[in-house]
């Protein structure tokens, strides 16, 4: 063992305290698995994707996201969570940055590509947890030319800026709410809307982050509930005007605190 260079001291540091706080607010403890990157040196190409966020940078995500394999992806259902990943140095020494940890939010699939054998380009094939991270994210743990590292990661909670935002398209009877900026879970379980002159209706998750439901809800103000998946609801109450079209997205003053 040669001398501790002081910048590695403080990078194992750091990786000890983002290993208690994670613990505190998850509980959780680390799973195995593997991570690529994609999308360009400025993330670019992780815009869109199949949780239907667009613009993520719009939308308070970042660029420090990462498209997950179907196992992880659960249909869309882990939408918006986020995931602490430290590159597995005891697996990789050569490949890995040593004692960094980077937290990023699940905005994509990774689809499976079941012409490749999943140890060999298939990463995103079933049963494999691996997250194909942006690149901005990415070097925070791994060589650029590593190209797949092993990982270990856990759930986190998210942190946000500003309130939980809605934003309706669809057209006449169809409405399509995505949901965005979410913290806590990050993710969400269940949606309801009421408009000024209905009551409650149920949405049902149609793609990714976007739920949906066909009433007739023009003209009207919303109102929504909202459970995350780690069980808080909220109300947010009339945050969508009666003068809404379609297009527009509405942000609230509340946020999920788990
Ligand atoms: C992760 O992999 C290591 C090394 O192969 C193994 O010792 C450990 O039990 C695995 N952890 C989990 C949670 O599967």
Avoid at 109 to 123: E, R, S
Avoid at 168 to 179: A, D, K, Q, T
Avoid at 202 to 218: F, H, I
Wanted: glycine residues 12%; charged residues 10%; aromatic residues 12%.
């Amino acid at each position: 063992m040669g001398r501790i260079r002081p910048a590695t001291m403080v990078a194992r540091l750091f990786a000890v305290l983002a290993l208690c706080v994670t613990s505190a607010v998850a509980g959780g403890s680390w799973s195995n698995g593997t991570a690529t990157f994609y999308g360009g040196k400025d993330a670019s190409g992780t815009m869109g994707g199949a949780c239907g966020y667009g613009n993520l940078y719009t939308q308070g995500y970042g660029v420090y996201n990462a498209a997950l394999s179907s196992v992880l992806f659960n249909d869309g259902a882990s939408c918006g969570q986020c995931y602490l990943v430290m590159c597995d140095v005891s697996r990789a020494p050569a490949w890995c940055k040593a004692g960094t940890a980077v937290t990023v939010t699940a905005t994509n699939l990774c689809p499976p590509n079941w012409a490749l054998p999943n140890d060999n380009g298939g990463w995103c094939n079933n049963p494999r947890p691996h997250f194909d991270m942006s690149q901005p994210a990415w070097e925070n743990i791994g060589i650029y030319r590593a190209g797949i590292v092993p990982i270990v990661y856990q759930q986190v909670k998210c942190w946000r800026q500003g309130g939980v935002r809605f934003s309706v398209s669809g057209f006449n009877y169809f409405e399509l709410v995505l949901i965005t900026n979410v913290a806590g879970s990050g993710s969400i379980r269940s949606m309801s809307v009421r408009g000024t002159n209905t009551g409650w209706i149920t949405l049902t998750r149609n793609w990714g982050a976007n739920w949906q439901c066909n009433s007739a809800l023009v003209g009207q103000a919303l109102s929504f509930e909202v459970t995350s998946t780690g069980g808080h609801r909220l109300r947010f109450e009339n945050v969508v005007p009666a003068w809404w079209e379609f297009g527009m997205t509405f942000t609230s003053n509340q946020q999920f605190d788990y």
